[in-house]
């Protein structure tokens, strides 16, 4: 039997023992070292699931807006929302991401029917985010590394996340853009 095993069971042995003071004393041969690498075990049990550690919302490091030397001017904005459902009723832990921007006419507010808008997931460890290009005939899962003060994509672009966000690229009519 494993360590966490033998300890839970030996610790119901031992309630039910304490509290029936008739019943009799449990059957084991538990060693106080067992007893201890049982409830080291516990302990670990969570840190070994590989929990997940990804962020939503404004605690997310990829939430926020960026420059993109691409599209210089021009609106990124990413949102990281909560994991969605699976089929299986479980969440998943990969959180989801709204990514919006515009690619052109960025010397001033866009209008609302400029922004694109794709989707993304924030991988468990929170380190990196895919995002579906396709919309806009680019690949479907391009992968966006968090490095230092913003996302590195495999082309060797690197949208820079602006600290109080960018909300003159924002849209006039599109208020739930606002990251801030």
Not at 100 to 118: F, I, Y
Not at 130 to 143: C, E, H, N, V, Y
Not at 144 to 161: H, Q, R
């Amino acid at each position: 039997r494993s360590h966490a095993a033998h300890a839970v069971s030996m610790i119901a042995a031992l309630a039910v023992n304490a509290l029936l003071p008739g019943a009799p004393p449990p059957q084991t041969t538990a060693t106080r070292r067992g007893l201890l690498g049982g409830f080291a075990a516990l302990v670990a049990a969570p840190a070994a699931s590989h929990a997940v550690s990804a962020r939503t919302g404004l605690s997310s490091v990829f939430t926020g807006e960026y420059d993109d030397p691409q599209h210089p001017g021009c609106l990124r904005s990413i949102k990281v929302g909560g994991a969605p459902m699976l089929p299986s009723g479980r969440r998943s832990r990969n959180p989801q991401a709204a990514i919006a921007g515009v690619d052109s006419a960025c010397d001033a507010r866009p209008e609302a029917s400029a922004v694109w808008k794709l989707t993304g997931s924030v991988a468990e460890s929170g380190e990196s985010i895919a995002i579906d290009f396709s919309p806009k005939g680019g690949p479907k899962d391009l992968l966006g590394v968090w490095e230092g003060d913003g996302i590195k994509f495999p082309d060797g672009n690197k949208w820079t996340k602006v600290p109080n966000g960018t909300p003159s690229r924002r849209p006039a009519s599109l208020a739930t853009l606002n990251s801030d």
